[in-house]
């Protein structure tokens, strides 16, 4: 596989972390390289590999005939957001796409993405629609992750569990028309090189999840904005994603994996909050992450029956390990150079 890069600037660098999803990861890849085809744009797919099962890990010899994909073994990493910030100072393109593995794109979707950018300056961000395999549009936030939006989901979900209403209604995109926001999923974004050049790495301690709320948060600090695109798609098969790719003892470990996630994100809001607000809003969102896992767990309980007790019991554990906190923020990831896989 070719692994030296082009001289001159790419239009779009996409970047995906493989941690053990060498299947799904495949899959992603082939369908990037199907919509930039007939694109006329020029790309790079760049993928950090820190899979700890090597029957699940990504080489370069998985893609021998692909020479615009190229694949980094990020050692020394525990998460996603040290992997992707190993990635980035790597990236050639003028707009660089985060990407998960488990989204398609709609044709025409990055040609529609660039566009927009091209045409408004102002644009550091911009995510396409996204829609769930079964065609219904996902519920997607606009705004930051705060202590009074975070209260106020709390009693939305209180209030939602015991009088089936929700007092604080949540400002949701409608998919309709075009949207600045404070913030975009996660799932794919796409970010101009400037606006990562001039916020640094991502830091904050963040481990796996919220590097998108941060790229937002100090990409704002600095000037930039944020938008969703109505007329750009993409599907996002979230927990569809072992039917689509996985069988068997695989798709059960994909799915094992929703535990860990619960307790990642929580621990990774904990430090969103403590990084761009203070250690006592931090510790306010653990009261109320807490709980809200109580909460669910209370609500499970109250289902009975042997699955609803699993499920409780997982919720009183996620509500314990919240509670004891984030823990001290790893130090901070220099940019370097990653190793060629």
């Known amino acids: 596989m070719n692994t030296e890069r082009p001289i001159e600037a790419l239009d779009v660098s996409f970047l995906l972390v493989n941690h053990n999803m060498r299947p799904l990861v495949e899959s992603c890849v082939e369908g990037v390289i199907r919509q930039m085809r007939e694109s006329g744009l020029a790309y790079e797919i760049l993928i950090g590999d820190n899979s700890r099962d090597p029957q699940f890990a990504v080489t370069g010899e998985s893609f021998s005939r692909a020479p615009q994909v190229i694949v980094h073994k990020v050692e020394n990493t525990t998460g996603w957001i040290p992997a992707l910030n190993r990635l980035i100072p790597q990236a050639r393109g003028k707009l660089i796409c985060i990407m998960h593995p488990d989204i398609e794109f709609d044709e025409g979707c990055v040609r ?3 566009e927009f950018m091209d045409a408004h300056p102002e644009a550091g961000v911009v995510a396409p629609n996204s829609y769930r395999a079964d ?3 996902y519920t997607v936030r606009m705004n930051f992750p705060t ?3 975070e209260l106020k989901r709390v009693l939305n979900l209180l209030c939602q569990l015991t009088l089936r209403c929700k007092p604080f209604p ?3 995109w409608n998919h309709a028309e075009d949207a600045m926001v404070d913030s975009v999923q996660s799932n794919c974004y796409f970010c101009r090189r400037e606006l990562l050049h001039e916020i640094g790495p991502i830091g904050g301690g963040l481990q796996s999840y919220w590097g998108n709320d941060y790229i937002c948060k100090a990409g704002q600090q600095k000037g930039w904005r944020a938008f969703y695109l109505a007329g750009a798609r993409i599907i996002h098969y ?3 994603t072992p039917q689509k790719i996985y069988s068997g ?4 470990r994909y799915k094992g994996s929703g ?3 619960e307790v990642g994100s929580e621990r990774d809001r904990m430090r969103f909050i403590r990084h761009f607000y203070s250690p006592a809003a931090a510790a306010c969102i653990r ?5 809200e896992f109580a909460v669910r767990a209370a609500a499970a309980w109250a289902k009975g029956g042997c699955a609803a007790n699993e499920e409780s019991r997982v919720y009183w554990r996620i509500c314990g390990i919240v509670l004891r906190g984030a823990g001290a923020p790893p130090a901070p990831l220099r940019r370097e150079g990653a190793k060629n896989g």
């Open 112 to 114: 529609r993405c660039v």
């Open 135 to 137: 065609g219904m549009a």
């Open 147 to 149: 202590p009074l939006g």
């Open 170 to 172: 949540e400002r949701a």
């Open 238 to 240: 979230g927990p569809l």
């Open 249 to 252: 003892a695989e798709a059960m």
């Open 259 to 261: 535990i860990i996630g």
């Open 287 to 291: 009261t109320l992450a807490a709980l």
